[in-house]
């Protein structure tokens, strides 16, 4: 069974920036076949994609915060990282890892989601 | 970004059918791509529900249905129970947004 389990870094200031990790354990990032996702939930609110990256590296981010996601992978410790830059009280949520799957890129989905790490930025 | 409608909420008795809405357009559930369908329990991250428009991963019981016509999806619940209540998220690609998305969410309640 996989499982998936964020870092949990709580409150960041305005303008600065967001930094996560999911650790994946029951499988391994290396085996390749799928892609490691953040999605993000303002509380009370839908879900959001961020952006995914696979085993070898490569990174898909969703346009509309392209600008500011760089996300990486550490497949030596089954880890991979989000890092959002320039960060509003509008980057206040809930942020989940999810593994990815489904073949070509359009049939993806989400079978495997952390516990979810809430992120409030805030002064 | 939601570019999935879905119903603020539905409800029904215990035992009842309901169906949850989800309605895109040409660049993403018209386009043929996959709807995915996601329950998340009050406190609790996403599961997945039903993947590909109407297959069940293992698990889910048989009375979450899924179907898919045109540009929307349908997610059927039947013999409702009270462990249903929670949110239902829809999901699918957008080709104009070059993005996976999700729907707006539906808000179950058992009577």
């Not at chain 1, 960041?12 to 996560?20: G, R, Y």
């Not at chain 2, 409702?80 to 969410?105: I, K, M, N, P, R």
Request: proline share 5%; hydrophobic share 30%.
């Amino acid at each position: 069974q996989v499982q998936l389990q964020e870092s949990a870094p709580g409150l960041v200031k305005p303008s600065q920036t967001l930094s996560l990790t999911c650790t994946v354990s029951g499988g391994f990032i290396s085996s390749g076949g799928y892609y490691w996702n953040w999605i993000r939930q303002v509380p009370g609110k839908g879900l959001e994609w961020i952006g995914y990256i696979n085993y070898s590296g490569s990174t898909y981010y969703n346009p509309s915060l392209k600008s500011r996601v760089t996300m990486s992978v550490d497949t030596s410790n089954n880890q991979f990282s989000l890092k959002l830059t320039s960060v509003t009280a509008a980057d206040t949520a809930i942020y989940y890892c999810a593994r990815g799957g489904g073949g070509v890129v359009t049939a993806r989905r989400f079978d495997y989601w952390g516990q979810g790490t809430l992120v409030t930025v805030s002064s | 970004q939601s570019v999935l409608t879905q119903p603020p909420s539905v409800s029904g008795a215990p035992g009842q059918r309901v169906t949850i809405s989800c309605t895109g357009s040409s660049s993403n559930i018209g386009a043929a791509y996959d709807v995915h369908w996601y329950q998340q329990l009050p406190g609790t991250a996403p599961k997945l529900l039903i993947y590909r428009n109407n297959y069940r991963p293992s698990g889910v019981p048989d009375r979450f249905s899924g179907s898919k016509s045109g540009t929307s999806a349908s997610l059927a619940i039947s013999g409702l129970q009270a462990e249903d209540e929670a949110d239902y998220y829809c999901q699918s690609y957008d080709s104009s947004l070059s993005a996976y998305v999700f729907g707006t969410g539906t808000e179950v309640t058992v009577l």
